[in-house]
């Protein structure tokens, strides 16, 4: 068994580490008080090649697989969870969707631009009654002899504002649903009678724009139909496996700059004439965050490895997902038991990372359905 990382991904963590300390780091409270990501930070990103890092080699990527996206997640995520989740909404999922569902023209025709940055993607599955029943939606596709006429209306689209390819899916079956009736569709921003809606107000992750998506008789041609008609709803459930990965890695930094933070800060403050870390219980606390790390840790690399070794892993992924969005809230919660007080005050980094980690458990498919689909996959191997 070999437990180590190549030398190329320890360059690459080496480097993100590098831009986020230097970057992110000195306007992360900045892009969380005005809501938005300096357009200068996402094309910093993508001269460094950070969009394309999970994009093969032969499509102008960089080639270094799920293992390397989760690295670049992980550190991101310590400087900045929204634009680590920016980076996600094109690089883990917007960008995958092509490599998972796409033609070998589609591939050759739309991943070199996602992996240089030249175009940046988003992914548009949910709607206002089908986040976890997909089957549910009414955005509808029907053929109009070489073109496709979409309309309807998509939420929660992650850097839907700046996107400028939405991976659109739409019922083009109503009577099959979701198995066999939803198809996925490449539609370009300047399509007539696409709109984006303002940017949710949220509790946490605020410079990451996310908008309502809007189509009113978007006419789309046949040529950017992803992948077979009806195969929509397949193709989202491999993209989404690769983003629970990613999300998993988010989590997974996120935990790491807060328990760092708490390391610090317990070292520092003092209580009844030492330093709180001397007290049994922030030492059970900590103990308990550092387990928690190496659990997801763990889980995450292994879950990578199996992606890019071609292995199945969408159990895997769930239970990725699953553990490491809770294992984040108790990390962060711990953290601002362990900062007392100025845990809770804005001055304090702890506090937007604990605003930042609730919606870890929602989004990516909800941990109750997560644990619907390791349920199902228990029971169908019997162990």
Same mark, same amino acid.
């Given at each position: 068994m070999e437990f180590t990382f190549s030398e190329e991904h320890a360059m @690459?963590?080496?480097?993100?580490?590098?831009?986020? %300390?230097? #970057?992110?780091?000195?306007?992360?409270?900045?892009?969380?008080?005005?809501?938005?990501?300096?357009?200068?930070?996402? =094309?910093?990103?993508?001269?460094? &090649?950070?969009?394309?890092?999970?994009?093969?080699?032969?499509?102008?990527?960089?080639?270094?697989? /799920?293992?390397?996206? +989760?690295?670049?997640?992980?550190? @991101?995520?310590?400087?900045?969870?929204?634009? $680590?989740?920016?980076? &996600?909404?094109?690089?883990?999922?917007?960008? !995958?969707?092509?490599?998972?569902?796409?033609?070998?023209?589609?591939?050759? *025709?739309?991943?070199?631009d996602f992996a240089t940055g030249a175009k940046f993607a988003c992914f548009a599955l949910s709607e206002a009654g089908a986040g976890s029943d997909p089957g549910a939606m009414t955005t509808t596709a029907v053929r109009d002899g070489d073109d496709w006429i979409l309309n309807g209306e998509k939420v929660w689209i992650t850097a839907g504002d700046i996107a400028d390819i939405a991976v659109v899916y739409a019922i083009t079956d109503k009577e099959k649903g979701a198995n066999g009736g939803v198809t996925s569709f490449l539609v370009p921003r300047e399509a007539e009678g696409y709109s984006i809606g303002r940017n949710e107000d949220k509790m946490g992750q605020r410079g990451s724009g996310t908008v309502t998506l809007a189509f009113d008789n978007v006419r789309v041609s046949d040529a950017n139909r992803l992948g077979e008609v009806g195969y929509g709803f397949r193709t989202a459930m491999g993209v989404?496996?690769? &983003? *629970?990965?990613?999300?998993?890695?988010? +989590?997974?930094?996120?935990?790491?700059?807060?328990h760092k933070l708490s390391v610090e800060y317990a070292?520092?403050?003092?209580?009844?004439?030492?330093?709180? $870390?001397?007290?049994?219980?922030?030492?059970?606390?900590?103990? =308990?965050?550092?387990? =928690?790390?190496?659990?997801? /840790?763990?889980?995450?690399?292994?879950?990578?490895?199996? +992606?890019?070794?071609?292995?199945?892993?969408?159990?895997?992924?769930?239970?990725?997902?699953?553990?490491?969005?809770?294992?984040?809230?108790? #990390?962060? %919660?711990?953290? #601002?038991?362990?900062?007392?007080? !100025?845990?809770?005050?804005? /001055?304090?980094?702890?506090?937007?990372?604990? *605003? %930042?980690?609730?919606?870890?458990?929602?989004?990516e498919g909800t941990n109750e359905i997560q644990r619907i689909v390791v349920a199902r996959d228990v029971l169908k191997r019997g162990y």
């Open positions: @690459l963590r080496e480097a993100v580490r590098d831009f986020t %300390d230097g #970057v992110i780091r000195p306007i992360a409270d900045e892009i969380d008080k005005k809501h938005a990501i300096p357009r200068e930070v996402i =094309d910093q990103m993508a001269e460094l &090649g950070l969009l394309g890092v999970a994009i093969p080699e032969e499509y102008g990527g960089a080639g270094m697989g /799920e293992t390397g996206l +989760c690295v670049v997640m992980e550190e @991101l995520t310590q400087g900045d969870f929204a634009v $680590a989740v920016t980076l &996600g909404a094109h690089a883990s999922i917007g960008a !995958m969707s092509v490599l998972v569902g796409g033609t070998e023209e589609q591939k050759q *025709r739309f991943l070199p989404l496996d690769r &983003g *629970r990965l990613a999300l998993g890695a988010n +989590c997974l930094g996120a935990a790491r700059e807060a070292k520092q403050r003092e209580a009844f004439g030492k330093p709180i $870390a001397a007290y049994q219980a922030m030492q059970w606390m900590l103990a =308990d965050s550092a387990m =928690d790390i190496f659990a997801m /840790e763990s889980m995450i690399y292994r879950t990578a490895w199996l +992606c890019d070794t071609g292995q199945p892993f969408g159990r895997e992924a769930a239970m990725v997902k699953l553990h490491a969005s809770e294992a984040l809230c108790q #990390v962060a %919660d711990r953290a #601002v038991q362990i900062h007392g007080g !100025m845990g809770y005050s804005a /001055e304090y980094k702890i506090e937007r990372l604990y *605003r %930042d980690a609730r919606v870890t458990r929602i989004y």
